[in-house]
Structures are given as C-alpha cells and as structure tokens.
C-alpha cells in the first residue's frame, strides 16, 4: 500500500484568506500541478486504453453535451465518439427540430433553440443500471429531457413551472426509477408575474419530482436557500440537495457570507402522505401541487444540515451507507451518514449536523466526487487542478481523531476539474476499472484551434493502487457530466420496429389517407394540403417526381424499407431548409410550403449505395 503524505492541509494555511474567493479569481490561473504528490509507483502496469480496429469498447459512455444542447455516446476506454443524440438543440442531419415526429416530441419547446446540459444519469432498477433511459436536464431553458435507450432518440421534454434553471438531477434508485428529481437553482418571485421585482427577500426556489414514466410533474417543494446538485439514496426514501446560496443572495458577494451553507434532504414518502392529506398549495397558472419545505412551515418533509462552504457536488457512495458534500470553497467534503437520517427526520438528533461523519481535507477547489466500490473516493479539485483518492473509513476514523492519513493519492490533471467519474460508479454495480477526468481547460493539450478550445476528457486507470493517467480526450464545450455503463447493459435496437411509438402517430396519418407505408408510395391532394408518402430503398426513392402547385403546403412522408442493419437514408430537398434521417424501417415525415415555383431536386443524403448519388428526384411546383 501506498504511503504519501497529507499535504493539503499545509497547502490552505499557505493560501489562507485567498481561499474564500478562490474559486472566481483563479479560474484558469492557479493550480497547474505544482503540489503535485509522488506515490511510490505500482508495479502493476497501467490498463491500455486502445481498443484494436475491429473490437469493440467494455463501455458505454453518456456525456451531457453542455451549452451544445445535446447528449453524447463515447465509447470507453477508447475514448472514442460514437454518436451525438439531439435533445435541446437542433441537428441538421438527423432534421431534430425539423420534422414532424421530433417536433411532435419539442412541443412548446419548439420555440428555443438551445439548452445546456449538465446532468445525464440512467434509469435503475433496484440500485443498478436497467438499460431504459437516460435523463437529462437543460439549465438554461428549464427543461428536463428524457431519452429511450433502445433507439437512443428523445422521446420526452418537460418544461418546468415556477423555477428558473434546472441544474441538479438524478433519479429515485429504488425500487426503481420512479421519480425523477430535477434541482430549481435560481431563486425568483413566486408567482414570478412581475410582482416583487426589486424585493429578494420574496424570491424563492423549489426541488421538482418527475413522474419517470409520464414526465409529468408530480410535485414541488419550496426550499430555503438555493439548490444546487443532488443525489438519492439506494432505498428510494431520501434524496439530497447541496445549496450555495443560503443567504438567497442575488449577488456573488452576498452568496458567499455565510461560512455554512446546507444540505436540503427530502424525505419522499412524507412528501407523497402530506400532498394525499391535501397539504398542498399550487403557484400561479401551474396546477403541480406544491408543498412548504421551509423550515418556519416545519412541515417534516424537508431538513437543512450545515455544510461548508457554498457546497456543490452531491454524491452517494454505491454502498448505499453515505452521501458526499463537495465544499468548493471549503477545502473539504462532508460525509453525510445515511443511516442517521431517519433520527434526523423524526426529531431524535439535538443537531443536524450529527448526521456529518466525517469531513476529511482534500485540496482546494473540491467540486465532485466518485468511488471504485472498493472504499475509496475520487474527488476533483477545480483550483488544485487535482483529483484526489482517499480512503472513506480512514476519513471517519480521522474525524474521530484517530492518527491515520486517509489520503492515498493526488494526481495531477489538465487542466481545473469539474465533473469526474468512474465506470459504473453511480449505482451499486460501481467497478473501479476508469475514471474519466471532465477538465474544462485543455490550454496546451491539443493543436491550437483558435481562442475558443476544445475541453479536455482525461481517462485514468483506477483499477490498482495507483491512479494513472492514459489518454487525453478532446470534447467539444462543455461537457459537465457522464456516466460509463458496462454494454452488457445497454442494448439498442440494430433496425427500427415498424411499430415504434416514435412515428406512430405518422402512421396513424397514413393510414387515415389508406396508404400501406410498408409498399406504396403516392400523392394525395386536400385543398391546398399535399401529402406525398414515399418508400426508399437503395438506391431509389418510391417517387422519382411529385407535382405541387405555389403555396401548396405539402408533407413527404418516406419509409424506409431497407432492413439491412446501418442502411439509412436521409432526404434532402434543395433550398428549401430540409434534411431528415430516415434509418432502416423508420418513418420521416417534414411539412413545408412549396413557396417558389420551378423544378427542386431532392436527393438522398445518407452514403446508401454505389448508386447513392443517383437517388434523387424533381418536386415540380406549378406556379
Ligand atoms: Cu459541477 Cu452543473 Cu454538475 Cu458543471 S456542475 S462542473
Ligand atoms: Cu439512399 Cu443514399
Ligand atoms: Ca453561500
């Protein structure tokens, strides 16, 4: 085992006062490794990341796509992109926001182009990864998004009422996703109608429930200070959010004045009892039932535990027994004891703060923190540009004041941490193998690209004593999260089923017009409607020609018939603003006005065939 020394308590009295600020000032400067720690070298050799041509990636990796608006599938330990899924963007390819079916599934959502990703998380059953969904929030629309893993397609978006930025999300872990719970972080007046817009003191923010199945949104619950992240337990009981903003400051100078902010938990089953006994309120025009969580309503639901300070990450150890506290401006995360939150909810504990059993001094800057399922934590350190491994049991010990050193290793990354995390280490199966590092600045790590530079995704074998550092990983910004999920979880579809619910509803429409997708293709005139339903399959689409008359608005509908697995095609129709994926056995369908009369070419966009190039045809538009 290895022996390195503690330096991080030193390293703070070195910094001392700078440290309330830190985090602000020092973003890109500071921190580039000079602390960094030896540990006497394993003698195991590091895992290799390289996958050879022809073998595929152990895992799955999901990455939340950042300011991108989208969600990403990374295949580790290569590293590798393999797919970019759209949810809060639009997509020129696959015709996200363009055609029917995924404007169908935008709804109101239609209106915004952009989203900001932070956290992707999967569904679960009883404390593992079950392969279903994945969840993800948009902070900067207030939306969380849901996306079917069996076609790795968007399939839900929910806009949510009476908040401002959805930050924080995570899933209920047991029995199984049942909730999704979704963090308010901004905090406004409620109703926000332009009542009290100079009077923070009426500004107020609220923890989200999602029904996983409906997307709906079951409930809400108001909450002193602000929220931030959170994590549940593995019994589906608690769920916990970290708040920076106790002070419900609207300024960054007023954000920080308090040395303590909290831990908010959330005792989900006497949330659902209170909203049965008719406890709820609602808040302006939404009709989610919305409950007090406050500590003057001293409802026994909610409870704040005193953290320092101005906490972000929030993250439960896959053994179920604890949930880590990040301090970012403290140099340390607090070990909240699970099993201690039942005595806190029923009154037994003389302070909140019993339920902290360990708060263990990691470095500067801790933001999250991961495990390997074998007792040791990983936690980012944002200034220290370090991730740092140390040993759960032996902090606990040391808060007891025995004499042990529960740091087991520091290593330096490039550059300022945010989110990382190991393989599978957000569910009870969590195995140690990797850990991906998600840095936000890669200055000199890759070719200079301009002012604007990719991030930088580092992958570390964690699975011996030693943390070392493999490969670099550029990523397009920002990235905040991931998950990696073994792929023996995770298992698409290799065609579409003509069945999916994903264009059902154009079938429905077809059939209304009794066109068989599977075999004809036609044209269909209503006033001024045209509906043309095509067939593809390499390398000809059903029609080679349709004819409209100027101002026609007009649906093309195309199936593909191809069942060879890979074999999509796309349809583009030139100047007119369209594209649309259409994979083998999937339906397509785009609307638009035939505004400009003459001959327009549509073409295949998707490489089909020998012939590809040939796969086209003429919309001739009559004037
Ligand atoms: Cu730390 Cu939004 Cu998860 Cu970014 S958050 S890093
Ligand atoms: Cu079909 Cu290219
Ligand atoms: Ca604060």
Known sequence: MNEPENTGFSRRQFLGASLA??????????????????????????????????????????????????????????????MSIPVFNRDSGTGWGLTNESKRILGDSLKWQNGDTHHIHMSYTAGK???????????ANTRVARIRCDV???????????????????????PKTGYVFANGEMIIPQPNDGRDLDKPENYWTLFSALNAETMEVAWQVIVDGNLDNVDTDYTGRFAFSTCYNSERGVVLADMMRAERDWVVVFDIPRIEAAIKEGKATTIGESKVPVLDGRAKAAMNITAYIPIPKNPHGCNTSPDGKYVMANGKLSPTVSVIEIAK?????????????????AEPELGLGPLHTTFDGRGNAYTSLFLDSQVVKWGIEDSIKAYRGEKVNYIRQKIDIHYQIGHLKATMAESSGADGKWLVALCKFS????????????ENDQLIDISGDEMKLVHDGPTIPEPHDCIMVHRDIVKPLRVWKRDDPYFAETVALAKKDGVTLESESKVIREGNQVRVY??????????????????????????????????????????????????????????????????????????????????????????
């Open 443 to 454: 200055k000199d790590r890759f070719l200079n690209v301009g002012p604007l530079r990719a």
């Open 534 to 623: 095509m067939t593809s399959m390499a390398p000809v689409f059903g029609l080679t020609e349709f004819k409209v008359k100027k101002g026609d608005e007009v649906t093309v509908t195309i199936t593909n018939l191809d069942t060879v697995e890979d074999l999509a095609h796309g349809f583009v129709l030139v100047n007119h603003g369209i594209c649309m994926e259409v994979s083998p056995q999937m339906t397509s369908s785009v609307t638009f006005i035939a505004d400009r009369p003459g001959v327009h070419w549509y073409y295949c966009v998707w490489f089909c065939h020998a012939l590809h190039m040939e796969m086209s045809g003429r919309m001739l538009v009559e004037a």
């Open 152 to 174: 790795m397609k968007t399939d839900k978006i929910t806009i949510i009422p009476n908040v401002s930025c959805i930050h924080g999300l995570r899933l209920q872990k047991a």
């Open 129 to 139: 990864y079950d392969g279903r969904y994945l969840f993800v929030n948009d902070k």
């Open 21 to 82: 600020v830190g985090t602000t000032a020092a973003a890109g400067g500071m921190g580039i490794g000079m602390y960094s720690q030896a540990v006497q070298a394993d003698k195991k050799e590091a895992q290799s990341p390289h996958v050879p041509p022809g073998e595929l990636d152990e895992y799955y990796g999901f990455w939340s796509g950042g300011q991108s608006g989208e969600v990403r599938i990374v295949g580790v330990p290569s590293m590798r992109l393999l």
């Open 341 to 357: 939150l039942a005595d806190l909810m029923d009154g037994k504990l003389k302070d909140p703060r019993e339920t902290v059993i």
